[in-house]
């Protein structure tokens, strides 16, 4: 049962990541055109109908979205939308590939974090991958690169508290299902894009689009018919990949289900160059190879040290 459990968690990872590089192709085609608050509240939308869709006809039905942790769902909710925030904002600056790529200095953020504030031991091999990886963020910056290097600085944020919001969701799996952790996210989107709309959404503090913030700050704008299936892929992307994604880190360790995640590289790679004709140069890729292959050697060292630990 436990060897299923496990199976079905990293199938669910897998499928899950491919189906969120749908949202991030989606978002970055919308960013040129609208504001990103805009963009969310119209995929929080489609994804909390599809949510719901699936909450009405499943076994548990509405009895599964009650919850006795409201203040922990909130935090994860602040955490998840800043998170987003952050990414899109950078992504809107950067090549697909660039920013997917910094986001996956998660594992590494993991590490550092585990020992700040937890106070656990970490041995040469591992402080190395962190330190590769560190100089692999360093090189992604391309110092010196005008808009690119506080872009990625912000993606950097959003992929700490990616990971702060995983392991938040595999402390609340015990007692909320993936259902319930979704529906509170795409609720709280919906609540922060709405607000935002009515304060910015006239557009009073409109920048540049030569501004990192332009994406953040635009008007409203009606959206003619030929960007909707782009606004409900976002939708649909988040509320399909993200109960997947959820219930993988719900039901699996995270240091089995994060390796799987990076399937998304391949597929930014792959978007960037079909929808937008970019492709890494010799940086990115010198970058992309240090941050995933350290990334991996230190979920692959965290894992091996939880086995001896068990044994």
């Known amino acids: 049962m436990a060897r299923n459990e496990t199976l079905a968690g990293v199938l669910f990872a897998v499928g899950g990541t491919l189906i969120f590089s749908v949202n991030d192709m989606a978002i970055k085609f919308l960013s040129g055109s609208y504001a990103l608050h805009q963009v969310i509240l119209i995929r929080a939308v489609v994804a909390l109908t599809f949510i719901l869709a699936v909450i009405h006809i499943s076994e548990r039905g509405w009895s599964q979205i009650g919850t006795s942790r409201p203040g922990t769902h909130l935090a994860r909710v602040c955490i998840v939308m800043v998170s987003n925030v952050t990414f899109f904002v950078g992504l809107a600056a ?3 590939a660039d920013a997917v790529a910094v986001a996956y200095v998660s594992p590494i953020v993991v590490t550092l974090l585990s020992i700040v504030f937890l106070g656990e031991k970490v041995g040469p091999r591992r402080w190395a991958a962190v330190i590769l990886g560190m100089l692999g963020v360093l090189v992604m910056l391309r110092p010196g690169a005008g808009v690119i290097q506080p872009a990625a600085l912000l993606v950097l944020i959003s992929a ?3 990971a702060s919001g995983n392991l938040l969701a595999r402390h609340m799996g015990g007692t909320e299902s993936a259902m319930t ?3 509170y996210v795409q609720t709280g989107f919906i609540v922060v894009s709405v607000a935002m709309g009515l ?3 006239d557009g009073h503090l409109a920048m540049t689009d030569g501004s990192i913030w332009a994406f953040l700050f635009r008007p409203w704008v009606w959206p003619p018919l030929s960007d909707l299936p782009y606004f409900v892929a976002t939708g649909l992307s988040v509320g399909i990949g993200g109960l997947m994604v959820t219930q993988a880190y719900r ?3 995270a240091g089995l289900v994060a390796p799987f995640e990076y399937v998304g590289m391949p597929m930014a790679i792959l978007w960037g160059l079909v929808m ?9 890729w010198v970058g992309i190879a240090m941050i995933c292959g350290s990334g991996l050697y230190v979920i692959w060292r965290e894992t091996v040290r939880k086995r001896d630990d068990a044994a």
Do not use: H, I, K, R
């Open 94 to 96: 950067m090549p697909l």
């Open 160 to 162: 700490v508290l990616y």
């Open 181 to 183: 952790l979704s529906l």
């Open 199 to 201: 304060w910015v959404g």
């Open 251 to 253: 039901t699996v360790e």
């Open 276 to 284: 937008f004709g970019t492709f890494p140069d010799a940086t990115g």
